[in-house]
């Protein structure tokens, strides 16, 4: 205990864990940062649907954007939209009819396994009630998900590449920062430096030891996902294959990166915690990015994690090519060649 407490890098990470515990969960959850973007197809061009459309996007967090439905479909498909909203021709008209009137909504397929769906449905049923006649009965209806090929994506099939994120960063992280850090504190790595091995082979053997055990566990979760639970695969697997390289030479160089500040284990294990916690929630892994703030979906676009799991979701999930995925890749190589240079020039033998 005594210990524990005269460490106190190490006691800064545990107590401040808490607070950024209540921090991330606090811009999850509390008030009201929800956002939902709606493509709206208005096929009616009516005052009627005019005003609905813009009694719609007064609400506090949506967008609306009024395009073709042939550019709506195309932008849900690319995730530029979280729904599509098609009002009919004839809406305005049916609002004051006994029978009511209907919009479609037509979700994408990370949105419907999320809760974007849902309050999205629940924002355009009230929108739509506050503009029907006293005893119509509107209704939003819920048509099939726009997929890029029309792939039926279960919970499984959308948490599998998601998984896959989260074993590389947490994998990647940990074990490259706590070993080595370990290794500093037995003054294992000062010894090493009287072997004839050179500097290169004593890091480059761990950090491959770590790159390994990231694989390993890769394996078993992958596998477990498409025998236990019949998860499926719409992409290449070649083609998953770059980011998930990359994003393990991303995670790997952050932990590397990690042992210059950290100088025991305990530390090194408060510090990797420190860093990944915030990533796997406000990364999209867990919860739609959708939920936070506006001013922090920009700011997790800076995080590898967001890229690591857009691509891995794009090409599992979408089925898209590795053309498709450059920009996540570009950003993840970024990631990982800036980590190692700044690991390697700040690197302590002891």
């Known amino acids: ?101 209907q919009v479609t909504v037509r979700p994408t397929q990370a949105s419907q396994t999320s809760s974007t769906a849902s ?107 498409l025998l236990l639970f019949q998860a499926k695969v719409y992409g290449s697997w070649l083609v998953a294959l770059v980011p998930m390289v990359l994003g393990i030479g991303a995670f790997v160089g952050i932990g590397f990166l990690l042992t210059s500040a950290a100088r025991t284990s305990e530390s090194a294990r408060g510090l990797s915690t420190f860093v990944a916690f915030p990533m796997m929630f406000l990364s999209g892994i867990f919860f739609p990015i959708t939920t936070l703030p506006s001013w922090l979906q920009t700011v997790v676009h800076v995080l590898p994690l967001t890229w690591l799991t857009d691509a891995m979701h794009r090409v599992m999930n979408d089925g898209v090519g590795l053309a498709d995925i450059a920009l996540d890749c570009l950003v993840l190589a970024a990631w990982a060649v800036v980590t190692f240079a700044i690991a390697t020039w700040r690197f302590r033998w002891d």
Do not use: C
Request: hydrophobic share 50%; net charge positive.
């Open 1 to 101: 205990m005594r210990a524990g407490l005269r460490n106190r890098v190490a006691m800064f990470f545990t107590l401040g864990l808490a607070f950024l515990f209540m921090v991330i969960f606090g811009l999850l959850f509390g008030g009201n940062n929800f956002s939902v973007t709606y493509g709206v197809v208005d096929s009616d061009h009516s005052p009627q649907s005019q005003k609905f459309i813009g009694a719609l996007g007064g609400i506090h967090g949506v967008t609306t954007t009024v395009e073709s439905k042939g550019q709506a479909l195309n932008d849900l498909r690319n995730n530029h939209v979280d729904v599509v909203v098609e009002i009919p021709q004839g809406f305005g008209a049916a609002l004051g009819n006994p029978g009511g009137a």
């Open 119 to 225: 309050v999205a449905d629940q924002i355009l049923a009230e929108v739509l009630n506050g503009f029907t006649a006293n005893g119509a009965r509107s209704a939003v209806v819920l048509a099939p998900p726009a997929t890029s090929a029309v792939n039926k994506i279960t919970a499984i099939d959308y948490f599998l590449p998601a998984m896959i994120a989260y074993i590389i960063l947490q994998s990647g992280i940990n074990y490259v920062a706590i070993g080595l850090a370990d290794l500093r504190a037995r003054k294992v790595l000062r010894r090493f430096r009287a072997t004839p091995l050179r500097p290169v082979q004593i890091l480059g053997a761990q950090i491959a030891g770590g790159a390994l055990t990231v694989v390993l566990q890769l394996l078993v979760l992958i596998v477990a996902g």
